[in-house]
C-alpha cells in the first residue's frame, strides 16, 4: 500500500484508484524524474482529499505530467487522463 505523504509525514492511505493511477505513471516516468513525479502525484492526491481537484486543476497540471514520463507512453497518459478527466466536472 502506497502512502500519501506531505512534509514528511504520513497522511493518509492512498484509494485504490489512487494506487492504481501511482502505479500506472510511475511505470512510466522517465529515468531521474521519479522524485518529481511522486510529488505531482502526492499534490492531486491531496487535492482529490480536499475536494478541489476538478477539471480546471486537471487541464492546469496535465502538461507538467507528460514533461514527466518516456516519450514511448504519451498516448496511454492521454488515454488514461481523458478517460478519468471526463469523470470531473
Known amino acids: 500500500m502506497n502512502i500519501f505523504t506531505k512534509n514528511g509525514k504520513d497522511v493518509f492511505a ?11 505513471f510511475m511505470e512510466r ?7 518529481e513525479a511522486k510529488a505531482l502525484l ?15 486543476y486537471l487541464e492546469k497540471v496535465m502538461p507538467k505530467y507528460f514533461e514527466l ?3 514511448e507512453f504519451v498516448q ?9 478527466g471526463s469523470n470531473l466536472k
Open 69 to 71: 514520463i518516456k516519450p
Open 29 to 35: 516516468v522517465a529515468e531521474g524524474k521519479e522524485e
Open 42 to 56: 502526492n499534490a492531486g492526491f491531496e487535492k482529490q482529499e480536499e475536494g478541489t481537484f476538478d477539471a480546471d
Open 14 to 24: 492512498m484509494n485504490q484508484g489512487q494506487e492504481l493511477f501511482f502505479n500506472f
Open 76 to 84: 496511454d497518459l492521454q488515454q488514461a487522463m481523458s478517460h478519468f
